[in-house]
């Protein structure tokens, strides 16, 4: 709840990162909601496309409908090229996820959507690039051994072992990590649920 309004916010998503990213700014959703979408991706569909989409739905589902609270829904995409990278479920997926990666630039995109308790809905996508030094095998197997590949987009973590092997960052960080902060603070400042002034 915001202090400063008594307004109250439901996260639909289960992600431990997002909450921690949440709390960073100040903020402490009075919910917490894990969506039942499918994630299915549709055919040549982009990966800001698939974003948004995949927030929106998380956002507009049945399982978070609730009267008088801010809903915020996100989604991350992880794309090297054209092709879009899964959430990992297991080590060989991460692993063949680690050699596509290794030596090139690929794009993270989240997508964020809010929508007010008047049933105002606005939605931002963000898009960071990463660029990745060229992985020897054994770096990739000191970074699967890390056990952070789990359940990620892209097969791994940036806050985890990845980030010794990233040569840079274009745009934002706490956007690979799973939430673009000074987007969602704006959205949801923008909506009346003021980020800026709580506490």
């Not at 994630?39 to 948004?52: G, K, N």
């Not at 791994?156 to 969602?184: C, D, H, M, W």
């Amino acid at each position: 709840m915001s202090p400063a309004t008594g307004r109250r916010l439901l996260l639909a998503s289960a992600s431990a990162r997002r909450l921690a990213l949440l709390r960073q700014i100040g903020v402490e959703p009075d919910r917490v909601v894990a969506p039942d979408v499918d994630e299915t991706l549709r055919r040549a569909e982009s990966a800001r496309d698939a974003a948004r989409r995949l927030a929106v739905a998380k956002r507009d589902c049945d399982a978070v409908a609730a009267d008088g609270v801010f809903v915020l829904a996100v989604d991350t995409v992880v794309a090297c090229g054209r092709r879009i990278l899964p959430k990992t479920g297991d080590e060989a997926v991460a692993r063949r996820h680690m050699a596509l990666l290794s030596g090139r630039r690929h794009r993270v995109t989240t997508a964020v959507a809010v929508r007010s308790p008047g049933g105002i809905c606005r939605e931002r996508v963000v898009t960071t690039v990463v660029t990745v030094k060229r992985m020897t095998s054994s770096e990739i197997d000191w970074v699967l051994a890390g056990g952070e590949w789990r359940g990620c987009a892209g097969g791994y973590a940036i806050q985890g072992r990845f980030a010794a092997l990233v040569k840079n960052i274009n745009g934002s960080y706490s956007n690979i990590v799973g939430l673009p902060l000074s987007e969602t603070a704006a959205l949801l400042d923008g909506l009346g649920y003021p980020v800026a002034r709580a506490g």
